[in-house]
């Protein structure tokens, strides 16, 4: 008098792929500004722009990539903070040289 175990739940409709389809049929596409929010990192302002539009593009469709989305908007943002430091650097080096040849100028002595 055995009985099999059955399982109580019907499956869910809608998970995993269709009968008779291989396995990899059932793979969600990876949203392509997603990709190019990593791609273009070298344009972080670029960057930026794409991982916001790609995760708002993610959260309407579902689609894959909110990884690489997030990543390209950590990423973005801390290359172009460490763009703004560079010309922040630039613009202060440029500043203290225009000073020190103005005062030496200035001063009506001669370098000879």
Not at 51 to 71: F, H, P, Q
Not at 75 to 85: F, K, Q, V
């Amino acid at each position: 008098m055995t009985q099999e175990a059955q399982d109580p739940y019907p499956p869910l409709a809608g998970y995993g792929p269709p009968a008779g389809a291989p396995p990899w049929a059932h793979v969600r596409p990876t949203n392509t500004k997603a990709v190019l929010s990593v791609a273009l990192l070298w344009v972080p302002v670029a960057s930026i722009v794409f991982a916001v539009l790609a995760r708002r593009e993610i959260a309407r469709t579902g689609e894959a990539g909110a990884g690489l989305a997030a990543w390209g908007l950590g990423i973005g943002i801390a290359i172009a903070s460490l763009y703004a430091l560079y010309a922040a650097g630039l613009f202060l080096y440029a500043a203290a040289l225009f000073a020190l040849v103005g005062v030496g100028a200035s001063s009506g002595g001669s370098f000879g």
